[in-house]
């Protein structure tokens, strides 16, 4: 299994980004596909889900902003980020969950907020 995101970078506060995650060696339209993210010093964090179905989640300071979204063709998941904030900085992760308690992560992309 490997999920491998991209589109990470530096951008202004207010910029946007879109991250991308592509999955191979699971059925990807069984998974609820989510984005996590880590600021140093800080516990893991739910940013986002979506679920199998396309039900949604978000987290408090994400909602309105950021919308997570999911090509299952392509066994892609997005996440767009805008109006970015200093406080969005952190390593963002991909996540993976499915049945019989089944987990997988990517290996995380930087994403600097910074003038």
């Known amino acids: 299994v490997q999920l491998v995101e991209s589109g990470g970078g530096l951008v202004q506060p207010g910029g946007s980004l879109r991250l991308s995650c592509a999955a191979s060696?699971?059925?990807?339209?069984?998974?609820?596909m989510a984005w996590y993210r880590q600021a140093p010093g800080k516990q893991r964090e739910l940013v986002a889900e979506?679920?199998?179905?396309?039900?949604?989640n978000y987290e408090d300071s994400a909602e309105g902003r950021f919308f997570i979204s999911r090509d299952d063709a392509k066994n892609t998941v997005y996440l767009q980020m805008n109006s970015l904030k200093p406080e969005d900085t952190a390593v963002y992760y991909c996540?993976?969950?499915?049945?019989?308690?089944?987990?997988?992560w990517g290996q995380g992309t930087q994403v600097t907020v910074s003038s």
């Open positions: 996540y993976a969950g499915g049945v019989f308690g089944l987990k997988f």
């Open positions: 060696g699971i059925i990807f339209n069984m998974y609820t």
């Open positions: 979506i679920k199998s179905g396309g039900n949604t």
